[in-house]
């Protein structure tokens, strides 16, 4: 139902009716009712960029500017981002927003907020559904396209005659930023003669599991094994890959394992300054102002598009300053 955005801010008319001495219960509620009901079911709180999103979603959807953000955390399962979708459509909210955890297994839930006339925005991950109609828009990332360039700069800082043997730290499997990144992988290796995939190993975009996979792949192995190239499909998973790795007697960055990751966070990038991440390929979480501008978009009768990639950049050494980092948002 289309709402009188910034007509009058919420708490103003709250305050106002208190100090007018009629701020009664039936008025809190009637301004109350004006607020444009928004839920958000984010997939958790796994890494660093994750904070970042869920920071800039808070951000947007504040009753200053006419909301009641209800916010749910569904700690890493789906089957909790289901039950809060659910949720969300009892207490019939204007709009929904889902963080998906991974692409498949939305359809029956995103055919119940259709039923229920709730548009429905997607944000940082995709979902995979055969009707593109139960979602009004993707606000998000395009992972295949952040994985295309790490392999293009892998192709031009590598020798293509020598053997390239590259370790991958997969995201949590199924989640289209993993899907998107190791797909890039997978076709540039295919093309490659020379580079081979020796490992892939589970880090679930944390740096604790990150470590531990790590750990438990080194010590399986009866020979230290050569790695040229650490591919890690996010900046936590590279943090706790470069850690295990280090302890393990491997030097990462210049003169050892060429490291790429994702993300570009301000640790990531500090560790590229140092040196010992060689690329970090970004991955912007700070998509709250464009999810509600699409709210704001919808409620004035426009159609979003259908996708909605945020601009991403790569990052090396060369291109980096202390400055730069320090005004970095995330
Ligand atoms: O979906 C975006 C990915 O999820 C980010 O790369 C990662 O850090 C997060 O956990």
Known sequence: MKKLLFKIPALALCAMLFLSGCGDRQQTEEAERDLIVVGV???????????????????????????RLLFDDARQKQENQILAVRKFIQQRVDYIVIVPLYETGWDSVLQEAHAAGIPVILADRMVSVEDDSL??????SDFLHEGELAMQWLERNT?????LRILDIKGTSG????????????????THENWEIIAQLDGDFTRAKAYSVVQGYLSEQNEKPYIDVLYCENDDGAFGAIQ??????????????????????????EACMEGTISLAVECNPLIGPQIEATV????HGGTPAKRQYAKEKCF???????TMIEKRQY
């Open 244 to 269: 295990a790795l280090e302890e393990a007697g491997y030097v990462c960055g210049e003169n050892g394992i060429t490291v790429i990751t994702f993300d570009a966070t301000r640790a990531s990038l």
């Open 135 to 140: 979602y009004a828009t993707h606000i998000g």
């Open 41 to 67: 079911s984010q997939l958790g709180a796994e890494s660093e960029w994750r904070v970042a999103n869920s920071e800039s979603i808070k951000s947007v959807f504040t009753e200053e500017k006419g909301y």
């Open 175 to 190: 989640s289209s930023a993993q899907l998107g990144r190791t797909a890039a992988l997978y076709s540039s290796v295919e």
């Open 296 to 299: 704001r978009l919808i409620e």
């Open 159 to 163: 020798d293509p005659e020598k053997p």
């Open 316 to 322: 090396t050494r060369d291109m980096l300053t202390e």
